[in-house]
């Protein structure tokens, strides 16, 4: 079973129906036992860090996602999922995140320009983007680079260590836009929004034990 | 690099899809639902569903359509029409909408949308503006809007430049005075994530894109802009883009009835340089 990490924000419903539509079985859950007994964790979201943290520390989840990582259990965190792993972000003047990974999460900053000339690139960045890999991983198997995938936020991580680096994605700046790093799996593109290959990815991650 | 989006946009009556979509091999051509998945096969980058539905009462068979939606295609989905309340939004969001149109309510209120960010985040929270191009000879129009004297700014002023563009409400049938683009400024600064910008003049014409209305929006706010009303041919398409400098492109009836497929479409505006999702 997968649980999906239920605090109260974002459109948990797609993630499920997405893992049940790859045949997984999936329950979204606020409780620490069903998470902790879970064979597998997505951690999905969109929305504010702040909130995000507030809701997890609110429903005593903070620890239970630790805990799930630590035993090695097959983690997917997706968009707010992903930037929630890290020690901080700049939200709203400095938020502490998980601290699960080493970096930091930024916002883009408001004169992106494609190629550094042209009009300035709209924030949030949203929509159907082109994803470089840096890495091999399980999930990507298959997967061909510049693969397009389903983006939508204004706030993107910087890992300290290259090595986690797994996908990056350019809009104005390289940023990163996927990260491996053992038992974890975190994108900020929304493989349940990101159709066939967005499908295909949860397919494997499903198939993790 | 981030793709130029293609939506189609389907008006729902009741739970039916109305002004009826030409596809093949569809058991009910009426069936939301079912359309929803014929365009994500053909490879659509996102949907919109137009909630028409005239009473407020039966909102409840929206929901139900989004629902299902939600349990057959994994694209984003965007759902307006009637959307009031915070409650609104919420049971939309839940229901499995990833993204929300904000109409009349914003025009009523302009502090819902600032609301409604802070409460769901603006990701999910577009403002749809309806806005015709202001006349030369236009009488000054009292606006009946109760938050007229806290935002005098945004109303237009005789001494405005033209051209300048009025928003509307109700389809298109109720003037409020306010000046399109600084209203769509304000949407973006009270934490709007993107707008679904509709030329009232162009709607239903197959002329083309407002391009110059676009453009001027789409310069002036540092969010999306989904360009709709007028699209009737690829080279439209093109210059909603290249000079409407539109994000994404909005047309219902040159989808449903066949006369443009989405992957001719996209193939078109790759060929002209735009960058297309394949």
Redesign the interface.
């Known amino acids: 079973m997968i649980a999906v990490v239920d605090y109260g924000?974002g459109?948990l419903?797609?993630v499920q129906?997405?893992l049940e539509?790859v045949g997984a079985e999936a329950v979204v859950t606020s409780d620490p036992a069903r998470i902790l007994n879970a064979r597998s964790v997505v951690l999905p979201g969109?929305?504010?860090f702040r909130d995000c943290m507030a809701n997890l520390e609110k429903l005593n989840l903070l620890e239970v996602v630790r805990k799930s990582i630590e035993k090695g259990k097959p983690f997917l965190g997706i968009c707010l999922g992903l930037q929630v792993l890290f020690d901080q972000s700049e939200e709203f003047g400095r938020v502490p995140g998980l601290g699960i990974l080493p970096g930091e999460v930024r916002r883009f900053p408001?004169n992106l320009r494609?190629n550094g000339n042209g009009?300035?690139?709209?924030?949030?960045?949203?929509?159907?983007?082109?994803v470089s890999l840096r890495k091999p991983n399980s999930l990507f198997e298959g997967v061909p680079d510049q693969s397009?995938f389903?983006?939508?936020?204004?706030y993107y991580v910087l890992p300290r260590n290259p090595d986690m680096i797994a996908t990056t994605t350019?809009?104005g700046i390289e940023f990163v836009s996927g990260i491996q790093h053992e038992n974890i799996f975190a994108f900020q593109f929304h493989p349940?929004?990101?159709?066939k290959l967005?499908?295909a990815l949860l397919e494997r991650f499903a198939r993790l034990q | 690099m981030l793709a130029k989006r293609i939506i189609p946009c389907l008006d729902v009556k009741d739970g039916r899809v109305v002004k009826g979509v030409n596809f093949v091999n569809l058991r009910d051509a009426g069936d939301p639902v079912e359309i929803a998945a014929a365009y994500e096969q053909e490879g659509a980058d996102e949907l919109t569903f137009l909630d028409i539905t005239a009473s407020h009462e039966k909102r409840e068979i929206m929901l139900d359509v989004v629902r299902h939606t939600a349990e057959k295609v994994f694209m984003p989905l965007t759902v307006g029409g009637g959307v009031r309340t915070l409650e609104d939004i919420r049971n939309l969001l839940k229901a499995g909408a990833d993204k929300v149109a904000i109409n009349t309510a914003a025009v009523h209120d302009p502090e819902f949308v600032r609301r409604a960010a802070e409460r769901f985040g603006s990701q999910c929270i577009v403002v749809a503006i309806d806005a015709k191009q202001v006349p030369e000879d236009r009488p000054e129009v009292q606006p009946g809007l109760s938050w007229q004297e806290q935002y005098p700014q945004l109303f237009l002023n005789p001494g405005d430049s033209l051209p300048a563009w009025e928003v509307f409400t109700h389809g298109g049938r109720n003037p409020q005075g306010i000046h399109a683009v600084r209203w769509a400024i304000q949407m973006g600064a009270f934490g709007a994530g993107e707008i679904l910008l509709t030329s009232m003049d162009r709607d239903g014409t197959k002329t083309g894109y407002d391009l110059k209305l676009n453009r001027a929006i789409s310069e002036a706010v540092h969010i999306p802009v989904i360009a709709s009303g007028g699209a009737g041919t690829l080279d439209h398409l093109y210059e909603g883009i290249v000079e409407g400098k539109a994000d994404a492109l909005l047309a219902a009836s040159i989808f449903h009835f066949k006369e443009l497929t989405i992957p001719e479409t996209k193939r078109y505006l790759k060929s002209r340089g735009i960058p297309m999702r394949l």
């Open positions: 924000m459109n419903r797609s129906k997405a539509r969109v929305g504010a408001d494609p009009f300035p690139l709209k924030i949030p960045h949203m929509g159907w983007n082109t397009y389903y983006f939508v936020h204004s350019d809009y349940e929004k990101s159709q967005g499908l």
